[in-house]
Nanobody, 123 residues
Framework: VQLQASGGGLVQAGDSLRLSCAASGRTSSSYLMGWFRQAPEKEREFIAS????????YGLDSGNGRFAISRDNAKNTVSLQMISLEPEDTAVYYC?????????????????WGQGTQVTVSS
């Protein structure tokens, strides 16, 4: 499975941004898809994951209500909509996919990772 993230960039505080991740290869309806981020000198942080149907969403705590995750199975994409961005949201954002193995939130360990897309929020 290959994951290609896009949509990052340099924005100002208060702006919105939508990240997208396209999956290709041997994807599976059993796979969660989700997003992580890693800020400079910090550990990678789980943002959210979503199951195949989109009916189950896990996480979003780090966004404090400002982030939303969605999935389009017809296009094999997962998106992260972010609003009211803050400088503290500056990070490399990674999409991920894989089996849950009973772990859906912060303990989820994806099988596949995208290359990351940089989001920089200026004050």
């Amino acid at each position: 499975v290959q994951l290609q993230a896009s949509g990052g960039g340099l924005v100002q505080a208060g702006d919105s941004l939508r990240l997208s991740c396209a999956a290709s290869g041997r994807t599976s309806s059993s796979y969660l898809m989700g997003w992580f981020r890693q800020a400079p000198e910090k550990e990678r942080e789980f943002i959210a994951s979503i199951n195949w149907s989109g009916g189950r969403i896990y996480g979003l705590d780090s966004g404090n209500g400002r982030f939303a995750i969605s999935r389009d199975n017809a296009k094999n994409t997962v998106s992260l909509q972010m609003i009211s961005l803050e400088p503290e949201d500056t990070a490399v954002y990674y999409c991920a996919a894989g089996l849950a193995r009973g772990r859906y939130g912060t303990t989820w360990v994806p099988d596949y990772w995208g290359q990351g897309t940089q989001v920089t929020v200026s004050s």
